[in-house]
């Protein structure tokens, strides 16, 4: 299992931009599936996207395709989450998650980051 912690959330207008960064523990991290995720309060947990071991795959949402892009870089043990044109409707806590494989369910996922806040005023 690797640890993981978030880091870059913050306050950002409406059409701006933000990135996350997901660092890892251990020696490991290139064995993991790392996916996004976002949580509004009131409401479940949001599949965000993922990108596959190699960095040379991703997936993402239909609510944030085009707009954001996972990336990863598995020698600084990190994943980060560029956020572009970001929408008032973004705002939640963000979380990274490692996976064994490809998924996209939250239970799918074996470990969790401790969160970060987004807000984008309108």
């Known amino acids: 299992q690797v640890q993981l912690a978030e880091s870059g959330g913050g306050l950002v207008q409406a059409g701006g931009s933000l990135r996350l960064s997901c660092a890892a523990s251990?020696?490991?991290?290139?064995?993991?599936?790392m996916g996004w995720f976002r949580q509004a309060p009131g409401k479940e947990r949001e599949f965000v996207g993922r990108?596959?071991?190699?960095?040379?795959?991703?997936s993402y949402a239909d609510s944030v395709k085009g707009r954001f892009t996972i990336s990863r870089d598995n020698a600084k043990s990190t994943a980060y989450l560029q956020m572009n044109s970001l929408k008032p409707e973004d705002t939640a806590v963000y979380y990274c998650?490692?996976?064994?494989?490809?998924?996209?369910?939250?239970?799918?996922?074996?470990?969790w980051g401790q969160g970060t806040q987004v807000t984008v005023s309108s």
């Open positions: 998650a490692a996976s064994p494989k490809y998924a996209d369910r939250p239970g799918e996922y074996n470990s």
């Open positions: 251990g020696r490991t991290f290139s064995n993991y599936v």
């Open positions: 990108i596959n071991r190699s960095g040379l795959m991703t």
